[in-house]
Every structure is written in structure tokens, then in C-alpha cells.
């Protein structure tokens, strides 16, 4: 059983929540203006890493708030959860967190390739 720190209600478990994706995507400013495969890239395409992920999730079965968390994904570890409003962690506060149990790159395996 997986629990989840919900900022606004504590901990629960994670059959009360719902993965949203990736979090801080951001909306480009000038839709219209964009080519059809610039909106397809922005409206389809995510990462989709192994290590550290910036998530967001909905206490669905709670609170119904959204935030934001940091996740292994490789180990399916919560690293930190915070609310909409703070500011996004800096990645470097997690590096020193991952654990590979294969023993494979914990980072820098093309997780954070520049986004066009
Ligand atoms: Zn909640």
C-alpha cells in the first residue's frame, strides 16, 4: 500500500487519487498562432521518464484539490508533494535520492532531454 501526503488532508492511501501528468506544461502563449504539429506536440506529447518526474494528481476521492509531486518512477517513490501555488523544487534537491535496484543510471538516461 502506497500512501500519499495530500497537502490539505494528510496522508491517504493511493487508491484515493488520480495521476494527472505531467505537471508544469505550459500553455503556450500564442495558440492560434502555432503550427498544427506545434499543437499536436504541446496537446500529445509528455515525458515520459525513468527517475525523477514532476507530476500532477487529484485527491479524487478526498479533498478534490489538485497538486503537484516529485516521483521516482522507478521506484514508484513520492520524493516531495506541494501545493499549486509554491514554487517547483529544483531538481538537483533529488538527485542524491535515487536507487536504481537494476543498478542502471539513476539519472541522465535522456530523462531531461531539452523540449523544442
Ligand atoms: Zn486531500
Known amino acids: 500500500m502506497i500512501l500519499i501526503n495530500c497537502p ?3 496522508e491517504r492511501e493511493q487508491s ?3 495521476n ?3 505537471a508544469h506544461v505550459a500553455r503556450p502563449k500564442n495558440p492560434e498562432a502555432l503550427s498544427d504539429k506545434d499543437w499536436g506536440q ?3 506529447y509528455r515525458s515520459n521518464p525513468k527517475g ?3 507530476e500532477r494528481w487529484v ?3 478526498g479533498c478534490r ?3 503537484n509531486a516529485v516521483r521516482d518512477t522507478s ?3 513520492f520524493l516531495k508533494i506541494y501545493r499549486l501555488d509554491d514554487n517547483r523544487p529544483d531538481i538537483s534537491e533529488f538527485k542524491s535520492t535515487l536507487k536504481s535496484p537494476s543498478g542502471e543510471p539513476s539519472v541522465g538516461s535522456g530523462n531531461f532531454a531539452v523540449k523544442k
Open 75 to 77: 521506484t514508484d517513490t
Open 65 to 67: 484539490k489538485w497538486f
Open 8 to 10: 490539505y488532508c494528510g
Open 42 to 44: 504541446y496537446v500529445f
Open 59 to 61: 485527491h479524487t476521492h
Open 52 to 54: 525523477i518526474f514532476y
Open 20 to 22: 494527472g501528468g505531467e
Open 16 to 18: 484515493e487519487f488520480s
